[in-house]
């Protein structure tokens, strides 16, 4: 797995790899922006993502598509989970980067979940700060 000082990582959707208790991986395929070195991910505080990071911060992320298929190398990183002093900026920059997919593909993907009965889960986002390891 490669390590690195910078996240370049083009495109829209962004595979973020993090580990259940027993080292097996859950590859789960977000929405992301840039803020300096580091990435930005909103995301239930309740999913199971958050769970297993606040178990074990240590993650891979790749460029991947909307199904979660690989189009970039995956890179050694580490979570931070932020309060919600976070949200307001990084909706601001998710705002800007997924203007038109917000009001397409967004009320599309809520109606899915909601039907799946996933939709609410937890109630409240935080924000993931993902830096590269090393």
């Not at 910078?6 to 962004?14: E, H, R, V």
């Not at 297993?52 to 690989?70: E, F, K, W």
């Not at 050694?76 to 900026?89: K, N, Q, S």
């Not at 997924?98 to 909601?114: E, F, G, N, T």
Request: with cysteine.
């Amino acid at each position: 797995m490669k390590t690195a000082g910078s996240m370049d990582i083009p495109g829209k959707y962004l595979s973020v790899t993090s580990y259940r208790r027993d080292g097996t991986p859950v590859a789960t395929p977000v929405w992301f922006v840039r803020d300096g070195d580091r990435i930005l991910v909103e995301t239930d505080a309740e999913s199971g993502k958050v769970k297993r990071m606040r178990g074990n911060p240590a993650v891979s992320v790749a460029a991947c598509t909307a199904s979660g298929r690989l189009r970039g190398a995956p890179m050694d990183a580490r979570v931070e989970i932020l309060g919600p002093e976070a949200l307001e900026p990084e909706r601001r920059l998710m705002g800007r980067k997924y203007r038109v997919d917000r009001i397409l593909v967004l009320p599309i993907y809520r109606a899915v979940q909601k039907l799946r009965g996933k939709a609410g889960v937890g109630g409240h986002p935080v924000v993931l700060s993902i830096t590269p390891d090393g």
